[in-house]
């Protein structure tokens, strides 16, 4: 998966395995649009913290979100963060247990996010995540309030300082040991999306939506 | 969610919709049991990152490990960490944008790995996590020898200071908002676990183990 494009940054390049690399633009793009689940870390008080939340990307930044009172947002406004996003794809068994792997899509952010500090905008962001993964979905619902935009942080990170690591395909053995007669091969993961069910309070004559129906279809 | 014990600290408390908290160690267990993939946060240079990796948990504490070589164990070890285990079990659409959210399980466990240092136990720790995985499969391998072992560290976390932080179920909505005619409810996640397939260097007469063929029925 060596690509052309150099790391950004030291702190951002590959360093161990570096043929898994991926540091162009499209590649880590790709990435971070297949799964909007990523892990924030950022330090509070000397301590390392990681809280799971969902990224939208729009160009050339990521944003995330929760409430005004989150601790985690509090603390990585401004602040140096790491936003890394995985896509687990399968593991990978060898004829040894040391090379036993995994293959996996993983990104990494440095940065430090800014607050969104525009209500209008901050609404606009919110509503193109929702739109990004239900294409449709915004015009259907009851328009955000003033209370429940304030009550929201949005935060936002230049996707400048990012590197991808990419691991696919089969077991890389011992050279002896292909002559050991052990199953060794991949077990593929996938995240599929279940049926959708309501939540048992929809009025009369309102269908599932298209985009409900074929959410996920590109992604994951 | 709410169960009857307390947060074992106060920056593991859960602060925000503390209905959701877990502190209990069964249901903590339950959710490091169902998903190897962890991210784990530590501090560089004041900058955190998180990497990706596996844990495995024995008992009181948890695993995680990789190449000696590499910049995440070596800067976890006898440091501050984060490590967070996330199952994203669905999508949770609302009546209004704000309302929207995810079901989840999340673990977070703080604390300062220790390496392990005996080579022995270095060695049975990695093939407990194979077997855990793969019931049977360390003794159809080629035995770990001891330069991959000295190449491999293993780092050990006790699940001391944790906390999980679950949410299940529909979509709340205002009030008011349910006499909207917009479709509300889950659209369920799942990790499915794909048809297995061998690197094409296989032995004549060597079959799919069992381990590989049922692996992942008790897990995700």
């Not at 540091?23 to 971070?32: E, H, P, T, V």
């Not at 909007?36 to 809280?51: E, I, M």
């Not at 593929?188 to 009369?204: E, Q």
């Amino acid at each position: 998966m060596a690509r052309e494009s150099k790391a950004p940054s030291e702190r951002t390049r590959v360093k161990r395995l570096n043929e898994r690399a991926v540091y162009d633009r499209q590649g880590i793009d790709a990435i971070l649009d297949a799964q909007p689940l990523c892990h924030v870390g950022y330090v509070r008080d000397g301590q390392p913290f990681v809280t799971p939340t969902f990224q939208w990307r729009e160009g050339d930044h990521v944003y995330f979100h929760g409430s005004s009172a989150s601790q985690a947002l509090r603390s990585a406004r401004d602040a140096d963060v790491c936003l890394t996003v995985s896509c687990f794809d399968g593991l990978v068994l060898a004829r040894s247990g040391m090379h036993h792997s995994a293959n996996y899509r993983a990104v990494m952010i440095l940065g430090r996010p800014t607050l969104i500090e525009d209500p209008e905008l901050k609404s606009t962001l919110v509503n193109n995540f929702i739109e990004g993964l239900f294409p449709g979905r915004v015009e259907t619902l009851r328009p955000n309030n003033a209370q429940e935009i304030k009550a929201t942080s949005v935060l936002s990170l230049p996707i400048s300082e990012a590197s991808a690591k990419v691991r696919t395909g089969n077991p890389v053995d011992d050279e002896e040991d292909y002559a050991l007669p052990i199953w060794a091969g991949v077990i593929p993961l996938h995240t599929t999306v279940g049926t959708a069910h309501d939540d048992g309070r929809i009025l009369d004559g309102v269908e599932v939506p298209d985009h409900v129906r074929n959410f996920g279809k590109n992604m994951f």
